[in-house]
């Protein structure tokens, strides 16, 4: 199945993983998910900032929202939703899946998908799972997020790295089928270089640390080899003057690299292309009408 720029009006998707800079996995270690509560919100001026940045580069696209963000300012779903961009779900914890169970990751997901419906007052069609933690060994959760109804899933990140990846998946845009029925996945950019194997481009820490000719480079690269750009940010990598907190040297390096650059080089990448939401792409449609790349079993 190929979704190219040519086949759609869109070359990619633009997307936005709505989570705080105390709930991100580089720090889970030091900040417990019971004390969240706790630390000084920056969630809502964040991603307030990420949407007038749209509003100015009149692109729409879709928010992967976590559930906890969602139960604690539904205000915040339904400006996202009034403003015209699409809601999806980005688990409620934001745990990553492969340390789940199935039982565990059925319960967060069904959650996450009750409170981001019931604030932003339409169904939520789309998951992405925190660190993209859909990998080989976690495949199972496909299955549940078809039982659950999601249409599509943007999860698999096809490259090799020390946290995710699953770098054997397709690098376009493929159908899963499970036992509960299709899901459409929709694995993030990666390119190819000089013999190079799957690279990753155009979003999170990759724009932020990459020099802005990598970036232009991977996405030309990956248009010509017909793999739509699905960029993705935190509304936190906006935010410079956010709480520094303690940590490894290599999740504080990620974290707080170039953050005072991101609105920049996001705002230059969604306007050299025309972008949309999963939801106003027809991608989904398309690649659920497609034959199927990946058949995943049962479920525990």
């Known amino acids: 199945m190929q ?9 990619g998707i633009v997307s936005v993983d709505v989570e705080d800079y105390f709930q991100v996995e580089a720090f889970a270690d030091k ?36 559930g906890w963000v969602a139960e604690h300012f539904p205000g915040l779903v339904r400006e996202i939703v009034r ?35 019931d604030a932003a007052g339409e169904a939520v069609r789309g998951y ?44 376009k845009p493929f159908r899963v089928d499970t036992p509960a029925g299709p899901l459409a996945e929709f694995p993030m950019t990666t390119f190819r270089w000089w013999g190079s194997g799957n690279l990753p481009v155009g979003g999170g ?11 232009r480079l991977g996405v030309r690269k990956a248009l010509e080899d017909g793999v739509p750009l699905i960029t993705y940010i935190h509304p936190w990598e906006l935010d410079p003057a956010q709480p520094r907190l303690k940590g490894r040297f290599t999740s504080r390096l990620r974290h707080y690299t170039n953050l005072a650059k991101t609105a920049a080089r996001l705002r230059n990448l969604i306007s050299g292309l025309r972008f949309s939401s999963f939801e106003e792409s027809g991608w989904i449609e398309t690649v659920l009408q497609a034959p199927a790349e990946f058949l995943v079993g049962t479920s525990a």
């Open 3 to 11: 979704v190219t720029a040519q086949a759609s009006a869109a070359a």
């Open 31 to 66: 900040v417990e998910r019971s004390r969240w509560s706790e630390y000084p919100s920056r969630v809502e001026s964040n991603t307030h900032a990420v949407l007038d940045l749209f509003d100015e580069s009149k692109v729409r696209g879709t928010f992967f929202a976590l």
């Open 83 to 117: 403003r015209g961009h699409e809601i999806a779900c980005h688990s409620y914890w934001h745990r990553v899946v492969y340390r789940l169970s199935a039982q565990e990751f059925r319960e967060d997901t069904h959650r996450a998908k009750a409170v981001i419906e």
């Open 128 to 171: 992405r799972a925190p660190n993209f933690s859909v990998m080989k060994k976690s495949l199972w959760a496909l299955e549940i997020l078809a039982e659950s109804g999601f249409l599509y899933d943007s999860s698999i990140f096809p490259v090799r790295h020390d946290v995710y990846g699953f770098p054997e998946a397709p690098r």
């Open 205 to 215: 820490g990759y724009l932020r640390i990459f020099p802005e000719f990598i970036t």
